[in-house]
């Protein structure tokens, strides 16, 4: 059967086969040449001796230390067939009863032969239904050609990639066409940031967003950061609800110790604030403090913020005894003058305190009738530093609590509690745990441009004694209050264009607020955003009667991620470019997005960790059968944790070393599913993605328009041009990886093509918008022809 499958079917000749070729240990059944040059050995068995091949898996192509080894006809056939391998210098062989083949990789380079691949056809009819995959592998022309190198090592050649932005002369230079920036950056500082500061109580009491009970469905629904997680479950986790009249259990709990505290309660009472990072924990403490608490004229607060701590764990007690004191001086000096006077006639520290100097403060407190209250914030901010500072503090915390008889609360991040909670550290504290919700964006964002737009309204001198900056608005008011007006009405779920606006705002950041606000400052400041283009559309559309300016979303989105450039790099951004390779590792452009749709496909796996945790030795064993670079993995993965797209159980974006598992975030999803698709995100990431064809570059370059300092008649048009090009170069990298790699589609790895359906979105996008400006393609390439 071999003689006939080989001399006509695969075309080699009598004179390139030589049979029972005698060596040190045995005899090689058929030795197969071209030239004087071997190119491999094949073991013959009977044909009745049938290899038992894994039924369970659909791939190709095995590892050969792994599955195909648990048959041990097949481990025993090939290791045979490698001995005589080594023995005649072949870097290939093939083990066949005639019917099966298994042709494999004898050698590798500087590691265990076992690591080796295999190609395996597992029937006759196997190889008819795929007999040019099986002529491409071991034709006597293809083989001659090194198809054994490149089919079955599959030895991945180095390609030499170039970064387009990189062989640009002109200066990347910042822009700065947004006039409007010094005169937004009093406002941007009094509203649109952390509202904690005593004088942003006003804004704090009226931008407020509340924790519902029943939130959005659309912004709630899949949010995995901001709900409490799995393993908060064993700790009775309670979610913060509020109400016109209050904060749900966390007021009932809190009154519940102010009563106690009148009593005669010998011991303090310590509370655990739980919150995804920028959901609002710190928000929420000074809006409760200052508008919720039910007798806030007895309660005595302070407030000690660990984000500015010294990172030395033996620093962290007398920080907060003179944060204390600090805070007492700015927030009771005024109440308390008396009680200040008396505490420096018995020779109270208040520059350098200890804990003496805290006892004394605290006790005249409390036999003045104060409920006294202590907030740590931010008490994990500094765990990275030393594994034992959070530790640390959560023991001093209970420690201060029992010995000042305080309602002490304590902020944590959601990883930060659950470091704890692994450590053990946790499990002598009886304290209850509340869990705070990001609010939605829309509704935050709203609030706070509805404030801007009444103090606009205001003098000059108001504005500058709320905001506490000089402002001279002059005639830029009129500007400022279109221009926020603009903002207001296009930022709404009920429109499609604001929906994607506002869906784009809350994905990529993850649910944290104060990266949100931090992308909308970004936009209101970015040279990118062309005000005089939105004020010139605005007026005119009032002055015809229409429905106003709508912010387009390719607007928000380049300034957002370009901010002040002129070109995107992925160094400076904070959006991730998905198409990005790092060939130190891979050739290929679409590791980041098999890796996402994997872990997507996958969400609702369930474990111990919560839903949609896949174990990364578990990737990585996909890989491995694929035989991609396990680095080229690890630094995927990686990479995609720090912009947010991927989480590890262990909560930390920087935690892959000591992770297990894996999942997806809302980000990724988002990602995923919407941003790669999406022609402006398309036509910002090409400009810093690695290219392996120098005339896909060379073309690119000649439709570069950031470095002009005005709009070209054919500037949407370049546009077009330049992110066509890109994706179907991307298209042609992904033809070619599955040519090389049949394999890929058997993988729930790898089986998925992104090309085909993104350059679908793109070509539907361009279209719609040569439409609305009375083109067609035809005449959009034709002129671009001319």
Known sequence: MIDPIFKECLGWKEEDIRRETSVHKGFIDYSFSTGKV???????????????????????????????????????????????????????????????????????????????????????????????????????????AGSLRTRVSQEESPLEFTVPRQELHAEDSALVRNDLGPTLQPFINYIFGDLTDQSQLDVLKKCYVAQKQFADADVQIGRQFDHPPAFATKYGVQRVFESTVGTGSFQTYYEKCEELLRSTSRRGYLTILMGGIGCGK??????????????????????????????????????????VFQDFENRYRDKYGKLKQELTNIGVQSSDPGRKDLVVLLSLLMHSGCILSLVLDNADQHSYVSPEYQERVLLIARNLTDSL???????????????????????????????????????????????????????????????????????????LLIFFEIIKNSLRRSRVVGKDILEFLDEISGGDMRV?????????????????????????????????????????????????????????????????????????????????????????????????????DRIMNEAEELSINEAAMSDSIKKMAAFGLVQFENQSKEGYDRATYVRITNMGTYYLGKLIHTFPYLDLVWMDTPISDASTVKFLLQYVVELVPYKTPQYLEDKFARTELFLNYLYEMEKSMFANNPEFKHSDLTSREFMPQILEHFNKDRDAILKSRGKTVKTWRSSRTN
């Open 38 to 144: 071997l190119r491999f050995i094949l073991e013959a068995k009977n044909e009745g001796e049938t290899f038992e091949i894994p039924k369970s898996l659909a791939s190709r192509y095995y590892k050969i230390r792994g599955t195909i080894s648990t048959d041990p006809k097949i481990k025993a056939a090939i290791e045979q067939a490698r001995d005589y391998c080594a023995n005649a210098g072949s870097t290939h062989g093939v083990v066949s009863n005639g019917r099966q083949y298994i042709i494999f990789e004898a050698f590798r380079h500087g590691s265990d032969w076992r690591d080796g691949r295999c190609v395996v056809f597992r029937s006759l009819e196997d190889v008819r239904q795929n007999f040019t995959l099986f002529w491409n592998i071991l034709g006597r022309e293809a083989v001659a």
């Open 282 to 323: 710190t928000t929420f403490i000074h809006h409760f403090y200052n508008f919720v608490v039910r007798d806030r004229e007895e309660t005595v607060w302070f407030y000690v913020d660990f984000s500015k701590a010294p990172p030395e764990s033996k620093e962290i007690e007398g920080y907060i005894y003179k944060s």
């Open 405 to 479: 008889k305080t309602i002490t609360i304590l902020t944590l991040r959601e990883e930060s509690f659950f470091k704890s909670t692994m450590s053990g550290v946790l499990d002598a504290f009886v304290a209850p745990v509340f869990h705070v919700s990001s609010p939605p964006f829309e509704e935050l964002i709203r609030h706070r441009i509805d404030y801007v737009l009444e103090l606009l309204k205001k003098p000059d001198p108001e504005i500058e004694a709320a905001t506490g900056s000089p402002i001279s608005l002059e005639s830029k008011r009129d500007t």
């Open 516 to 616: 949100a606000l931090h992308f909308f400052r970004t936009f209101l400041t970015s040279g990118n955003t062309d005000l005089n283009e939105m004020l010139e559309i605005e007026l005119r559309e009032r002055r015809d009667g229409g429905i106003g300016y709508q912010l387009p979303f390719h607007h928000v989105i380049r300034s957002i991620i370009l901010e002040n450039s002129r070109l995107y790099s992925s160094g400076r951004s904070r959006i991730m470019n998905l198409f990005s390779v790092n060939p130190q590792y891979t050739n290929s452009h679409f590791i980041h997005l098999a890796i996402l749709n994997y872990l997507r496909n996958r969400l609702a796996y369930d474990t111990r960790h919560g839903r949609g945790y896949v174990e990364i």
